[in-house]
């Protein structure tokens, strides 16, 4: 009898569980946040609604046109949001940038993807700050955004090195022109700190966490004119660019008719050898003196609400950083800042990739999107 009735009562605590899980799930999906990730998980063809999109040019200051793609929901929209993409030869067509903005439609937002030629081009440099303020300013100039059924602020968006760019130029605004929020998905606070962990890597949850070879090829870009001589600094350049641009035999191709240095460290970047790269790098990145418009903690905090959310074991750029920057920000601003086990640099593991996270995670990111989504 008494087998049974311990029996009887493991199994109504499992039921109770169950039930108060699925609860907080419900409770969880609820929030708009919670819809949010579950399109997130869907794939590409998942929860795709009619919207707009239109191609634009935007004529900037110093004689430049830039060219934007803007997508607009039908029925109208809560907020125009500028998104801005990271270090990547897509641009405003990568697909994960793509990805990230049709599920804002879906949310109800115009969404502005400019397309940067210097991120573009794998350079983290002051004048894609410089652009990305006064692409702000266009956006919330725009009858789109007038048209907004919100208060007419702007929502700021960066994804990869282009969060941490879009923080920096958000800090430019000032109280006047702040745009509702801005948020920085997988970005940094310190680029000199950043690069540092591009080549050394550092101690992460699970062990030492090492720095992925693409952003190492980045960092041999940056410092070629210190690594090969003089003649091959173009050729070295120019080889990379077609590695991290996904053509790996016209990277060989150029580099070979380089010297040895520059053949040694193209062969490196091919062959994933992200230690031995960093054994080069290390020596440089410790007297790198990046412009301080490049890592948001040294700029101006922002006047509006700062959102932050990075993946836990990112090894393009380190959820430290995102610890460091909100840690940086709290006193000068608010900050909502989450690390999760969720995501892997700038979008959700696969189901097959993430190691069975407890329903808390998704609660958290859930909660998450539905705070920055209401703003």
């Not at 907080?24 to 063809?45: H, K, M, P, S, T």
């Not at 992460?204 to 070629?224: C, D, I, K, T």
């Amino acid at each position: 009898m008494a087998k049974t009735r311990s029996r009887l009562l493991r199994i109504v605590a499992g039921c109770v569980l169950a039930i108060l899980a699925v609860a907080a799930i419900l409770w969880a999906l609820a929030g708009e946040g919670g819809l949010f990730l579950l399109r997130f998980q869907e794939g590409a063809n998942g929860f795709v609604v009619a919207y707009e999109a239109t191609e634009a040019s935007v004529r900037l200051r110093d004689g430049r046109d830039v060219p934007v793609r803007v997508y607009v929901p039908p029925g109208g929209h809560e907020r125009a949001v500028l998104v801005i993409h990271g270090v990547h030869r897509g641009g405003y067509d990568e697909p994960r940038l793509v990805y990230f903005s049709k599920r804002l439609v879906e949310a109800g937002f115009a969404v502005v993807t400019p397309e940067l030629e210097d991120l573009k081009r794998y350079e983290i440099t002051p004048r894609a700050v410089d652009d990305i303020e006064e692409l702000a300013a266009w956006t919330a100039e725009l009858p789109l955004n007038r048209s907004s059924c919100r208060d007419g602020r702007i929502g700021l968006v960066g994804i990869s090195f282009g969060g941490g760019l879009a923080i920096s130029a958000a800090g430019r605004l000032g109280l006047r022109n702040a745009p509702a929020f801005v948020f920085a998905f997988g970005g940094h606070g310190d680029l000199p700190r950043t690069m540092r962990f591009l080549a050394a890597g550092e101690a992460g949850p699970g062990g030492w966490l090492r720095p992925h070879v693409y952003g190492q090829a980045v960092e041999v870009r940056m410092f070629a004119g210190q690594l090969v001589p003089a003649a091959d600094v173009t050729p070295l350049r120019d080889a990379l660019l077609a590695y991290l641009e996904e053509r790996r035999d016209d990277a060989k191709r150029i580099s070979a008719g380089s010297g040895p240095e520059a053949q040694e460290l193209v062969r490196l970047c091919l062959e994933g050898k992200a230690v031995e790269l960093g054994r080069i790098l290390a020596p440089l990145v410790e007297k790198l003196d990046a412009d301080p418009s490049l890592s948001p903690e040294r700029q101006p905090a922002p006047a509006c609400p700062v959102y932050l959310l990075h993946g836990a074991d990112d090894n393009v750029i380190p959820a430290s950083e995102t610890t460091a920057l909100a840690a940086n920000l709290e006193p000068r601003a608010e900050v909502r800042a989450l690390v999760t086990d969720l995501i892997q640099h700038v979008e959700l593991k696969k189901k097959e990739e993430a190691a069975s996270p407890p329903l808390s995670s998704y609660w958290r990111v859930a909660r998450f999107w539905t705070e920055l989504l209401g703003e």
